[in-house]
C-alpha cells in the first residue's frame, strides 16, 4: 500500500522473507515495514509480524506479539484515561455544587 | 551566473544525489528479512531472534551570498584611495550542509524451533514497561490530587 501526502510517500508493505528448514519444519517469516520518504530523508520501520509453520501438509500461522509495545500502549490508555477524568470529575463536582 | 555559483550549485546538487542514494541504501538494508537473525543452532534447538528494526535519515543544505562579477579592474580603485563601491566589491557565496540520522534494533521476540516443536517466546525490555508504569503512576498521582482539591 503506498499513499503519496505533500511530497511525502508513505508505503506500508508485508512481505515474507525467505524460508528457514529445520528438520521436517519450514518456517516464513513474515514482516512489515512503513517506509516514509520525503524530499530530504525517510524513515523505516519494520517490525515481526507471525512465522508461517509448516510441518508436512500442515500450516499454522503463528502471530508473533510485542509484548513490550502491548504493555506500553496499555499503560499509555491508562494515562490519559486518568488525564481525562481528572479533568472531567473537578468539572462535574464545581457544576453539582453550583446547582 | 557566476563560475563559483555554478560550481557551488553543481556541488549541491551532487551532495543531494549522494545522499538520496545512501538513503536508499539504507531502505535496502531495512527489507523485511532485516527483522529476522540468522537461525542458531544449540543442541537440539535451532533459535531465531524477531527484531524491531527502525532507522531514519535527513539531510539539509543551504546555499547564500551575493554573486557579482569580478570587478574588471580592481587595483583602479584601491589607487584612487576610495573603498571599492558595493558592485566593485566581489561577491561573496557561503553554503552549509548537514544531516543526521539514527537506526534502532528492539529485540521482540525469539523463536525456539526444538523437539517439543515451535515456540515463540517474547522478549519484555524492563526498562521501557517500568518507565511507561512510573509516567502512567504520575498521571494517577495528579488525577488523585485534582479530585480530592476540587472535592474539598
Known amino acids: ?99 | 551566473m557566476s563560475a563559483k555559483l555554478t560550481k557551488a550549485v553543481i556541488s549541491l546538487a551532487r551532495d543531494r544525489e549522494q545522499s538520496m542514494e545512501l538513503l536508499d541504501r539504507l531502505i535496502a538494508v531495512a527489507q523485511p528479512g532485516a527483522a529476522y537473525g540468522v537461525p542458531i543452532i544449540s543442541g537440539d534447538y535451532t533459535l531465531i531472534t524477531a527484531s524491531e528494526v527502525s532507522l531514519g535519515m535527513g539531510f539539509g543544505y543551504g546555499l547564500g551570498g551575493r554573486a557579482v562579477p569580478e570587478p574588471a579592474a580592481p587595483e583602479a580603485a584601491a589607487t584612487e584611495g576610495e573603498p571599492p563601491s558595493k558592485e566593485q566589491q566581489p561577491g561573496g557565496l557561503a553554503g552549509g550542509a548537514g544531516g543526521g540520522g539514527g537506526a534502532g534494533v528492539r529485540p521482540v521476540a525469539v523463536i525456539s524451533i526444538g523437539p517439543q516443536g515451535v515456540r515463540i517466546e517474547p522478549v519484555i525490555d524492563a526498562t521501557k514497561v517500568t518507565l511507561a508504569f512510573l509516567t502512567t503512576l504520575g498521571a494517577m498521582s495528579v488525577m488523585l490530587a485534582r479530585i480530592f482539591r476540587a472535592g474539598r
Do not use: C, H, N, Y
Open chain 1, 1 to 99: 500500500m503506498m499513499a503519496q501526502l505533500a511530497g511525502m510517500s508513505f508505503q506500508w508493505q508485508t512481505s515474507s522473507g525467505g524460508q528457514v528448514t529445520v528438520g521436517d519444519v519450514a518456517l516464513t517469516p513474515e514482516s512489515r515495514a512503513l517506509i516514509v520518504r520525503w524530499p530530504k530523508g525517510g524513515l523505516v520501520w519494520v517490525r515481526p509480524v507471525a512465522l508461517v509453520v509448516e510441518r508436512g501438509e500442515e500450516q499454522e500461522r503463528v502471530l508473533i506479539a510485542d509484548v513490550t509495545r502491548e504493555l506500553q500502549l496499555g499503560l499509555l490508555g491508562l494515562a490519559i484515561i486518568a488525564a481525562l477524568l481528572a479533568l472531567a470529575i473537578p468539572a462535574l463536582v464545581i457544576r453539582r455544587r453550583r446547582d
